[in-house]
């Protein structure tokens, strides 16, 4: 898609609106953090059946505060500033921006009743009456005022833009994507926040959902200057047998007890002797989900709940742990479906009764693993089932050359099937006796993975090649070897990762 001065395209996660299921209890508008002097209050109503919340999204600062809708009514007290609008479903994926005048971006400077908003389902925006533009309080940043036969499509995943990308992945300076004046780092009115191509290079990437974190907090400037060094991340994992993928997009149905998404909030040590706990808020319908056993390397110290219960009966609470000398708030959930990119927010409560809302996107989540193309040159047969070659009763040969060689398609998101680039390829190794598992630790080749550089929209298979003598052979670390399960692995800046699992013989 190329772009022109007078025609734009938006690299926003928006789709159609799904029907929604019930919406997982969430906080009234009164869970916002209490406004400082000189606020404002922006109130409004839509009366779309799906819409679930409003996302108020301070673009300078990088504020941002959700809100419930009461009955399709909305109001929120907030600082002066740039705001973005946008509309959220029950799983807090954004369905439209506010837009008037060709602008989505507007200067808040006093109170505001932005009266009925009218959803337009086939442009996937939000539109302000027409009595509205005689309202000063709502005025277009000057940079967004933009002729109104400008093309804005908020329906596109990514935007295939040769102008601007050179059909290649470019470096992202991620202190200008979040820390950009006008909170629109490249200019395409969907603030970066929002934004799923914030660096405007055509691609749709891992990279650019690397720590978006947003702070909603009215305190004192000691206490944000703390708050601004915490990280939020939320990220999917997806791992699946070979058995489990078909011919067509690698996936051959909803994989919902497959996946499992990791919540943490890192703090600096100060600070969490400060907060008293941090839960989640405006809980995304997918995230209502049961709680998945904790991982070994955090030590908590605060409980953790108990494996498969609803982790609505705690609150939505992430206990305190501690990792390698840091402080995160974390747990790892079970999904109630499959889960979708979406906005995510905490609310940090501290000792004094302060509160602070912390909010992250999960950028993208895993459709797909990577499917498999090839295994030492030759064709790798899908679908699969039980007792193919590759599948644990029926290990795949090693074979005779130098390396074990795979080749496979990227992983898809949810939408549109648009591969995930960026991330890094790893093979994890175990190997097994007859009597079972030899190595409870996976040996990782390479052991930091090799980054995708692939050129979009001409895409290379993946690849990765490990050394067949080293891992595959009948010995290791001078134990008999059965069995070898080969997960094909990619794992994102974030953490997140999926994987694919081959098995072979000696």
Not at 65 to 70: A, G, I, K, M, R
Not at 111 to 132: C, E, F, Q, R, Y
Not at 158 to 165: D, F
Not at 277 to 283: D, I, K, N, R, S
Request: aromatic letters at 6%.
């Amino acid at each position: 898609m190329s772009v022109s001065p007078r025609k734009l395209s938006v690299a926003l996660s928006l789709c159609a609106l799904l029907p929604l299921v019930a919406c997982a209890p969430a906080p009234s508008t009164s869970d916002a953090p209490p406004a400082s002097d000189g606020a404002i209050v922006v109130k409004g109503r839509i009366s779309s059946p799906g819409a679930k919340r409003m996302l108020l999204v301070e673009t300078k600062s990088n504020a941002v505060t959700p809100v419930d809708l009461q009955d399709g009514a909305f109001s929120a007290s907030v600082p002066k500033g740039n705001y973005a609008i946008a509309l959220l479903d029950g799983n807090n994926q954004p369905q439209g921006l506010l837009l008037q005048n060709a602008g989505t971006i507007f200067e808040l400077t006093g109170d505001i009743d932005l009266g009925g908003l009218t959803w337009n389902a086939a442009a996937n925006t939000l539109k302000t009456v027409s009595a509205l533009q005689t309202v000063s309080a709502l005025k277009t940043v000057s940079a967004y005022q933009i002729a109104s036969d400008d093309e804005v499509d908020f329906r596109d995943m990514v935007s295939l833009n040769p102008e601007a990308s050179g059909n290649r992945l470019q470096p992202i300076d991620l202190g200008k994507v979040f820390n950009s004046g006008t909170g629109d780092f490249d200019e395409d009115r969907v603030p970066d926040f929002l934004d799923n191509d914030n660096n405007a290079n055509g691609v749709f990437d891992s990279l650019e959902g690397l720590d978006p974190s947003a702070i909603a907090f009215n305190g004192d400037a000691a206490t944000r200057a703390e708050l601004a060094k915490s990280r939020f991340v939320v990220f999917d994992n997806l791992k699946l047998q070979a058995t489990e993928l078909s011919q067509g997009d690698g996936d051959a149905k909803p994989h919902t007890d497959k996946h499992v998404l990791a919540l943490h909030l890192h703090v600096p040590t100060p600070l969490a002797g400060q907060i008293s706990g941090v839960a989640l808020v405006g809980v995304p319908n997918f995230l209502d989900g049961s709680v998945v056993e904790k991982a070994g390397q955090y030590a908590f110290s605060e409980p953790y709940p108990a494996r498969d219960t609803a982790w609505s009966a705690s609150g939505y609470k992430l206990p305190l742990a501690d990792q390698g000398g840091q402080k995160v708030y974390s747990i790892w959930i079970r999904p109630k479906t499959d889960p979708t990119s979406s906005v995510v927010t905490c609310r940090v409560s501290f000792k004094d009764g302060r509160t602070a809302l912390v909010s992250t996107r999960l950028f993208y989540a895993f459709n797909t693993p990577p499917r498999i193309l090839t295994v030492n040159g030759t064709a790798f047969a899908l679908p699969q089932k039980a007792g193919d070659p590759g599948s644990e009763t029926n290990p795949l040969s090693a074979g005779t050359g130098e390396d074990v060689t795979i080749t496979a398609d990227r992983p898809k998101t949810t939408a549109h099937g648009v591969p995930i680039l960026g991330l890094g390829v790893q093979g994890q190794i175990f190997t097994f006796d007859a009597k079972g598992q030899i190595n409870a630790t996976p040996v990782l080749v390479p052991a930091v993975p090799e980054r995708d550089m692939g050129a979009y929209p001409q895409l290379n298979p993946l690849e990765l090649a490990i050394d067949r003598a080293k891992y595959f052979g009948s010995k290791f670390e001078e134990k008999d070897v059965e069995r070898i399960k080969l997960d094909v692995t990619l794992v994102g800046p974030n953490g997140d990762n999926t994987a694919v699992q081959l098995w072979f013989k000696p």
